[in-house]
């Protein structure tokens, strides 16, 4: 289990760790939390149930013992307040991983996002051997998130037109991609600290 410490901008204390079998019903609340959004930036419209949940964080968990995906979580508490995850892109896209990272919008606007993608893409890199690049999209209206990403490195290479329609309104999808060296451990995002981490298996 890898787990950091990271102060956000307002002085809070969170923990950032991987997701276990009992976050099932606390990735629920805070999925389903972001869903009833407006204008979410999120993919689904349908709040989930405790049976689809754990489904998901079923397959997730197999994902990460095959070092196929990472997922960091935003904990406080023990309530889930946000997520990052990184996926590796299979066949001859194994070069390439996609990423995608949420957050209630309490906790919004204090650096937790920029911290907690760092940290994801970092662990990616180390987990994910020949990683050249990661990619990720966000709908046209994210001004914040498209913001974040640019502040990142990310690029946009593309854009798909009316991709997704919010209501009556259609919304551009962004592509954007980042290029990343396989070697580049770096250091940890200001503000965090890590806390624990087991190397079993890793």
């Not at 997922?71 to 896209?93: A, N, P, T, Y």
């Amino acid at each position: 289990m890898v787990r950091f410490t990271h102060v956000a901008e307002d002085g809070r204390e969170f923990t950032f760790r991987e997701p276990m079998k009992d976050d099932t019903e606390s990735l629920m609340s805070f999925i389903n939390s972001v869903v009833g959004e407006r204008m979410s930036g999120r993919m689904i419209t349908q709040k989930v149930t405790l049976k689809d949940e754990a489904q998901w964080l079923s397959g997730r968990l197999s994902e990460i013992r095959g070092r196929r995906t990472v997922i960091l979580l935003v904990v406080d508490g023990g309530r889930v307040l946000g997520s990052c995850h990184i996926s590796r892109l299979s066949g001859k896209h194994s070069h390439r991983a996609s990423i995608g990272v949420a957050l209630r919008k309490e906790i919004r606007g204090q650096g937790i996002g920029e911290a907690i993608m760092k940290r994801t893409i970092e662990m990616g890199i180390r987990r994910f051997k020949g990683l050249e690049s990661v990619d990720l999209t966000a709908f046209a209206y994210n001004d914040r998130a498209l913001a974040l990403y640019r502040k990142l490195g990310f690029v946009e290479y593309g854009r798909v037109p009316r991709s997704a329609k919010e209501g009556s309104q259609y919304v551009d999808e962004v592509l954007m991609r980042k290029e990343v060296c396989p070697t580049n451990r770096g250091r940890g995002p200001k503000g965090t600290r890590r806390t624990g981490i087991s190397t079993r298996g890793r």
